[in-house]
C-alpha cells in the first residue's frame, strides 16, 4: 500500500467500520468485538505503517478540493503520527479491556459503534489538514462522548452527559469563530496556507483567544474544567478511560498542531498559558487532594496533568515541547492504568469511596501492583516513563525563562505524589473492610498489566521515544 | 412546466372530489406521494431548459408570468420533502375515512399554491397564491373542531387577516405609483426613485405582512399555537414548509429581486433576525409540551434565515436558503417524531414521558439525528448551512450577530438536549411497558428524512454546487 492509501485506511476504516459494527453484532457478539478491535488497530498498523516514510522527511498528503474554501485535506507528518499510535494504541486497549467489561450490560452494540467512531474521527482530527474538518472530527468525538457518558441511561448520568456535550459544544462553537477570524486573515482554512500566508507574522489575538476557549474546554483545564470529573464518575471506567486518556488529548494535540507547528502567537501568550495551566494543575491537583470518590480522584488528577502538558508546549523551548509531547504519551498509557484499575475495584467492589475501602492488595495483587506502577509513572518517580517526561517540561520552563512557573509546577508535582500515595495507601494496604474480593476477568487483568508494563519499559528504554520525539520537535519548530 | 407543477394538483383535487371517484378513497394519498416524488426528481436533475415551456397554454394563465430560478428549485424540493412526507403522516394518523380524504385534498390544494408562491414575478398574483395556502391552512389547523384547534386556528386567521391588509394596502400603494405590481417594475422603480415616500410606505408595509406570515419575533405569537393544536400531521406541514414558503421564501425574493438591499433594510433584517434566534430559544427552553417547544425552535431557526439574508451578501444569501431547505427536512422530521410519540403514547406532555428510545428505537434514533442538524453539529446537513451564514455574518462585519447566532446554537442544543432526556433517554417512564414503535406509515418518513439529513451533510459538496452556489452566482 502506498502511503496515501495508508492515511484513508487510518482514518476511514474506523469510521465507516463503526457503521458496520451493529451489523455484526446481529449476526454474533464475538464477531461484533473482535471486528471492533480489528478497526481501531488497523488504525494502529496504518499510523505504523506510515512511520518510516514520516521519518524520512516526506509528508504525506491526500486533497479535495470542496466549494467556499472548506477542502478535504489529511496530511501526515511526524506530529500526526506519533498521535495517531499515541492514541490508537491506548484505543486498542480500550476496546479489549471493553469485551471483559461492558459485557454485563445492555445496549451493547451502541457501546462499540459509539468507541469505534469516537476513535476514527479522533484519526481524523490528528490527520486533518483544513480547519473546517478538524472541527467535523472534532465535533463527532464529541457526539460519540456524550453519548457514551449518559451510557448507563441513570437520569442523574444523562444530565452530566448533557452538561460535557455543551460545555465543550460552546468551546468547540468559539474554536469555529477563530477558525473563521484565521481565515478573515490569511484567506484560506488550509493549514499549510495558513502557515505560507502568516509567515513569522503573528495570528490576530483575537483568533488565539477563541481558539483557545475550544482547546480549553475539551482539554477540561480551567475553567471549563468541571465536566471532567463529572464525566468520569457516571459513566463506566471504560467511557471515563476514553476520556481522561483520549478526549482531553485533542485538545492539547490541537494546541501543538496550531499554535506550534503552524502560526506564530503573540508575545503575551507565552506568559498567559503558562498562567492560565499552572493554575489549573495546583487547583485540580488540590481538589483531587480532598476528594473521596476514586474515579473523581483520578479524573481531578488528570485536569492537574494536562496543565503540565501545556506548560511544555507553551514554553517555547524544544525541550519543553518535546517535554510536553511525552508526557501526552507516558501519561495516556499510566492514567489509563489508573482508570481500568479503578474500573475492577469498582466492579468487583461496587464501591469507589476510597474511605470504605481498603486492604485490596491481599485480594487483588495483580491489580494493586499494576495501580502502583502506574501512579508511580504519573507522580514522575525515576526510572518511570513519567519521570523523564516531568523532568523534560519543567527544565522546558526554565529554558524558557519562567522560573516561578516552573516552580509553581514542582509543587503540583509534589502534590501529585501526595494524591496518589493516599489513594493508594487507603484502597489497597491496612484492613480490609468488606470481606468479599476477587481478582477481576483476565481480559480486564491483562489489559492493567500491559499498561503498567508500557509505563516502565517507556522510562527503561527512553533513548528509543526521546530521539524520534527530538526529531519531531524540529519539524514542527522548522 | 412550472404552470404544471400548479395546475396538476389543482385539477386532480377537483377530480378526486367529482362523485364518480367517491370510491377511490386511497387515490388521493398514492396521487400526492407520486407527485411529491416527481416534483423533488425534477427539482434535483432537470435541466434548465426544461422550464421554459408552459405545457398546459390556458387562458386562465395568460396573465400571469412564471420564472423558475435557482432559489425556485429549492423551494420545489423543499415543498416536494414537507408536504410528501405531511400527506403520509395525515394519512396514518387520521381514522375517520372523511377526515382523511379531506386533509389530503387540502395539502394538495396547499401544495398547487406553495409552488404558485415561490414561481410568481408580480406581487398581486404572490398575494393570491399566499392567501390559497393560507385559506387552506386555515382548515387544517381546525380540523378536529375542538376548542384547542379552533382557538389555534382563529389566532393564525385573525394575524393572517391583519398581515393580508398591509400586503394589500402595499400593493395598492404601488398599482398607484408604478402603474403595476410587476416584481421588474417595482424594482425598477424603487431603483431610479429611492426616496419616493409612498413606495417606501408600501415597501415597509408588505415587509410587516411578511413578517407577520412568517412568525418572526416581535409576530410570533399566533404561531406556536397555530402549530400545536393541530392534528399532528397538519404541523408537520406547516412547521415543515407552509410558513417557510408564505413568509420566508418570499421575504427572501422580494429583499433580493425587488426591494433591494438598504443600510436601514439591512439593521431591520439583522435585528428581527437575532431577536427570533435568542427569543425563540428561550422561549423553547421552558416548554414542556413537545409541539410547543418544536414550535418555539421554529421561530429560531427562522431568526437564522432572516440573519443570514441581512447580511446582504450573496454568500450570506446562499446560506439562508440553504438553511431554509435544511429546516424544511430536520423540522419536518421532528414534527413526524413528535407525531409518532403523540400517536403511541397519546400524550405531548415531556414531564409525563421518559425512555421511549427503548421501546421506540427508530422514532429516538432519528430524532436525536433532527435535533443534532438543527443543533448545527457536523457533520449532518444543518451545520453546514449554519456555518456559512456565520461566516458570511464574520465576514461582513458583522461580529456581534455572529457571536449571538453561535451562542444561541448552543441553546438551541440546551433544549433539544433537555428534550431527548425528558422523552427518548434516561430509564422507562411508569405506565408505557408495552408501548410498540408507530406503525410503518410515520416512522418511514422520519426514517428518509434523517438519512437525507445524514448524506446531504456528508455530500454537501453536491448539494452546494447543485442547488446553493448557483443561487449565489445567479443574483
Known amino acids: ?478 | 412546466m412550472a404552470s404544471s407543477l400548479i395546475l396538476i394538483p389543482l385539477i386532480a383535487v377537483i377530480i378526486f372530489n367529482l362523485p364518480i371517484m367517491a370510491s377511490h378513497k386511497r387515490l388521493p394519498l398514492l396521487f400526492g406521494v407520486v407527485f411529491s416524488l416527481w416534483q423533488a426528481w425534477l427539482a434535483l436533475f432537470s435541466a434548465g431548459s426544461l422550464w421554459g415551456n408552459p405545457v398546459f397554454p390556458l387562458p386562465l394563465l395568460s396573465g400571469m408570468h412564471l420564472q423558475v430560478t435557482h432559489l425556485t428549485l429549492v423551494m420545489y424540493l423543499a415543498i416536494a420533502i414537507a408536504a410528501g412526507s405531511a400527506l403520509v403522516i395525515c394519512w396514518y394518523t387520521l381514522e375517520d375515512g372523511n377526515k382523511r380524504f379531506d386533509v389530503i385534498n387540502l395539502i394538495l390544494l396547499a401544495i398547487a399554491g406553495m409552488n404558485g408562491v415561490v414561481s410568481v414575478t408580480d406581487l398581486f398574483t404572490l398575494y393570491v397564491f399566499i392567501e390559497v395556502v393560507s385559506i387552506a391552512s386555515f382548515i387544517l389547523i381546525a380540523l378536529h373542531k375542538d376548542g384547542d384547534a379552533l382557538e389555534g386556528s382563529m389566532k393564525y386567521i385573525l394575524m393572517s387577516a391583519i398581515a393580508t391588509l398591509m400586503m394589500l394596502s402595499a400593493i395598492a400603494l404601488f398599482m398607484m405609483t408604478t402603474g403595476s405590481t410587476a416584481f421588474g417594475e417595482i424594482a425598477h422603480a424603487l431603483r431610479t426613485q429611492p426616496d419616493s415616500l409612498l413606495r417606501g410606505t408600501a415597501v415597509g408595509l408588505f415587509l410587516g405582512g411578511v413578517f407577520i406570515k412568517s412568525g418572526s419575533v416581535p409576530f410570533h405569537g399566533w404561531l406556536p399555537d397555530a402549530y400545536a393544536s393541530a392534528p399532528a400531521g397538519v404541523s408537520v406541514l406547516l412547521a415543515g414548509i407552509v410558513t417557510k414558503t408564505t413568509g420566508i421564501y418570499t421575504l427572501i425574493r422580494l429583499v433580493t429581486a425587488v426591494f433591494g438591499f438598504s443600510a436601514h433594510l439591512q439593521t431591520l433584517l439583522l435585528a428581527i433576525g437575532a431577536l427570533s434566534i435568542v427569543v425563540g430559544a428561550l422561549a423553547a427552553l421552558t416548554q414542556t409540551d413537545i409541539k410547543r417547544m418544536l414550535a418555539y425552535s421554529s421561530i429560531s431557526q427562522m431568526g437564522y434565515i432572516v440573519i443570514g439574508l441581512g447580511t446582504g451578501t450573496t454568500i450570506g444569501v446562499a446560506g439562508a436558503v440553504f438553511h431554509l431547505l435544511n429546516h424544511a427536512i430536520f423540522k419536518t422530521q421532528l414534527f413526524a417524531n413528535a407525531a409518532a410519540v403523540e400517536e403511541q403514547t397519546g400524550t405531548r406532555n415531556m414531564d409525563a414521558l421518559g425512555g421511549l428510545a427503548e421501546k421506540m428505537p427508530v422514532t429516538g434514533i432519528t430524532s436525536i439525528i433532527g435535533f443534532l442538524s438543527m443543533a448545527g453539529v457536523p457533520p449532518l446537513s444543518g451545520f453546514w448551512s449554519k456555518l456559512i451564514i456565520i461566516i458570511a455574518l464574520w465576514l461582513s462585519g458583522y461580529r456581534w450577530y455572529a457571536l449571538i447566532a453561535v451562542a444561541a446554537s448552543v441553546l438551541t442544543l440546551a433544549y433539544m438536549l433537555s428534550l431527548q432526556r425528558r422523552v427518548f433517554f434516561g430509564k422507562l417512564a411508569a405506565g408505557f411497558e408495552n408501548l410498540k414503535e408507530a406503525e410503518l406509515g410515520i416512522v418511514l418518513p422520519a426514517v428518509i428524512l434523517a438519512a437525507i439529513s445524514i448524506i446531504a451533510g456528508i455530500a454537501f459538496p453536491f448539494v452546494l454546487h447543485r442547488l446553493i452556489l448557483p443561487i449565489a452566482a445567479g443574483w
Not at chain 1, 48 to 56: D, H, I, K, Q, R
Not at chain 1, 220 to 229: D, M, S
Open chain 1, 1 to 478: 500500500m502506498n502511503t496515501q492509501s495508508l492515511l484513508l485506511a487510518a482514518v476511514f476504516f474506523p469510521i465507516i467500520g463503526s457503521c458496520v459494527v451493529p451489523l455484526a453484532g446481529w449476526i454474533s457478539p464475538r464477531l461484533r468485538n473482535g471486528f471492533s478491535l480489528a478497526c481501531v488497530l488497523s488504525s494502529l498498523c496504518s499510523a505504523v505503517c506510515l512511520l518510516p516514510s514520516v521519518f524520512a522527511g516526506d509528508i504525506t498528503s491526500v486533497s479535495y478540493s470542496l466549494p467556499l474554501g472548506f477542502n478535504f485535506i489529511l496530511t501526515a507528518d511526524c506530529l500526526s503520527v506519533f498521535m495517531a499510535i499515541t492514541a490508537s494504541l491506548i484505543g486498542s486497549i480500550i476496546v479489549f479491556y471493553s469485551w471483559g467489561y461492558i459485557n454485563h450490560y445492555k445496549n451493547q452494540h451502541e457501546y462499540y459503534f459509539l468507541v469505534t467512531l469516537f476513535l476514527g474521527s479522533m484519526m481524523g482530527i490528528v490527520f486533518s489538514g483544513n480547519l473546517i474538518f478538524l472541527y467535523v472530527f472534532w465535533e463527532v468525538t464529541a457526539l460519540a462522548s456524550w453519548r457514551l457518558i449518559g451510557f448507563f441511561r441513570e437520569k442523574s448520568y444523562v444530565i452530566r452527559a448533557d452538561k460535557a456535550f455543551m460545555i465543550t459544544m460552546f468551546g468547540a462553537v468559539m474554536m469555529l469563530m477563530g477558525f473563521i477570524t484565521l481565515f478573515q486573515q490569511t484567506g484560506s482554512f488550509d493549514l499549510a496556507n495558513i502557515k505560507n500566508a502568516l509567515g513569522t507574522t503573528p495570528a490576530a489575538n483575537l483568533a488565539v483567544l477563541l481558539i483557545l476557549m475550544g482547546i480549553l474546554s475539551k482539554s477540561a483545564t480551567l475553567p471549563f474544567h468541571t465536566w471532567l470529573p463529572d464525566a468520569g464518575v457516571a459513566p463506566a471506567p471504560v467511557t471515563a478511560l476514553l476520556h481522561a486518556a483520549v478526549l482531553v488529548k485533542i485538545g492539547v494535540y490541537v494546541y501543538a498542531r496550531l499554535f506550534i507547528a503552524t502560526m506564530p502567537i503573540a508575545l503575551p501568550w507565552h506568559t498567559i498559558i503558562p498562567v492560565v495551566a499552572g493554575a489549573s494543575a495546583l487547583i485540580s491537583a488540590g481538589a483531587a487532594l480532598i476528594e473521596t470518590d476514586l474515579k473523581r480522584i483520578i479524573a481531578y488528577s488528570t485536569i492537574s496533568q494536562i496543565g503540565f502538558i501545556f506548560l511544555g508546549l507553551s514554553t517555547g523551548s524544544e525541550i519543553g515541547i518535546a517535554g510536553g509531547l511525552m508526557y501526552i504519551l507516558m501519561h495516556g498509557i499510566a492514567k489509563g492504568g489508573l482508570f481500568l484499575c479503578a474500573g475492577i475495584v469498582e466492579q468487583n467492589m461496587h464501591e469507589k469511596n476510597i474511605t470504605k475501602l481498603g486492604g485490596l492488595f491481599r485480594t487483588m495483587p495483580i491489580t494493586a501492583i499494576a495501580f502502583l506502577l502506574c501512579s508511580l509513572s504519573v507522580m514522575g518517580i525515576p526510572p518511570l516513563g513519567g519521570f523523564f517526561s516531568k523532568h523534560m517540561v519543567i527544565s522546558g520552563a526554565i529554558a524558557g525563562g519562567h522560573p516561578v512557573i516552573a516552580f509553581v509546577f514542582l509543587v503540583g508535582a509534589f502534590l501529585t505524589i501526595l494524591y496518589l500515595l493516599r489513594v493508594f495507601t487507603m484502597v489497597f494496604l491496612g484492613d480490609p473492610q468488606t470481606p468479599t474480593a476477587e481478582e477481576g476477568s483476565p481480559t480486564m487483568v491483562i489489559s492493567v498489566s500491559v499498561l503498567a508494563m508500557l509505563s516502565v519499559a517507556g522510562g527503561l528504554y527512553i533513548n528509543y521515544i526521546s530521539t524520534p520525539i527530538e526529531y519531531i520537535v524540529k519539524q514542527m519548530v522548522r
